[in-house]
């Protein structure tokens, strides 16, 4: 089991553009959260998912901020036209059925934007 | 609105001595609890979950404490080693009465174990 997987490990844009962010979830499970970790901050939830469905985004910024997890596929956080304070660690997590094992989480993209 | 507090923000010992982290979080409705380790610029390792129902749970060197009524959890390392400097942070998991669930994180113990 390849453990919650995100890609990239670092992804670095200009101001303006857009940020894709993946992550896959441990084999089996269902559930996938996104968290962001500002520099010298702690983590802060973001969104939470299921396959095809959005359970609580009260996480997200209103504006330029989205997240999908399709039936096929990994999730995805989108981040259109990227400013600065964008710069953070993103990180999924993925839960099983039942949650008794606990989250596991990912390594974790770091976005710079420049 | 859950809240997790961590104390100290930071502590250094020397290598060899038993220390403990402080969680507090103010929502006793908790599911679970679950201290994690961060390296520097790295991601998240779960050291220790413990349910609700539970007081406490062990790992090697590791013990973590609950104490939900009062809103508390401890983490214990035993014989510290220059290998545990990392941040630990502690996260408590809640589950709505509409089924939203999510982890609140505390901000973290920065701990320097001393050669």
């Known amino acids: 089991n390849a453990g919650v997987m995100q890609n990239p490990r670092h992804l670095v844009r200009r101001r303006g553009q857009e940020a894709r962010l993946r992550c896959s979830p441990m084999k089996g499970h269902s559930h996938v959260y996104w968290y962001r970790q500002l520099p010298e901050e702690g983590l802060k939830f973001m969104v939470y998912l299921q396959k095809e469905n959005i359970i609580d985004e009260s996480g997200m910024p209103k504006e330029r901020f989205s997240a999908e997890f399709p039936k096929e596929g990994p999730s995805i956080l989108r981040i259109q036209q990227v400013v600065r304070g964008d710069s953070a660690a993103y990180f999924c997590?993925?839960?099983?059925?039942?949650?008794?094992?606990?989250?596991?989480f990912g390594s974790g993209t770091r976005l710079t934007v420049v | 609105k859950q809240e997790v507090t961590q104390i100290p923000a930071a502590l250094s010992v020397p290598e060899g001595e038993n220390l403990v982290l402080n969680c507090s979080f103010t929502?006793?409705?908790?599911?679970?609890l679950q201290w994690f380790r961060q390296d520097p610029g790295k991601g998240l390792t779960s050291l220790l979950l413990i349910q609700s129902s539970q007081r406490e749970q062990t790992s090697g060197r590791l013990n973590a404490s609950l104490d939900k009524s009062s809103g508390r959890s401890t983490l214990y390392i035993a014989a510290s080693q220059p290998g545990d400097s990392a941040t630990y942070l502690c996260a408590v998991r809640v589950i709505s009465n509409f089924g939203n669930e999510k982890l609140t994180f505390g901000t973290g113990t920065r701990l320097t174990i001393i050669p």
């Open positions: 997590a993925s839960l099983g059925i039942g949650g008794h094992d606990g989250y596991t």
């Open positions: 929502d006793s409705a908790i599911y679970n």
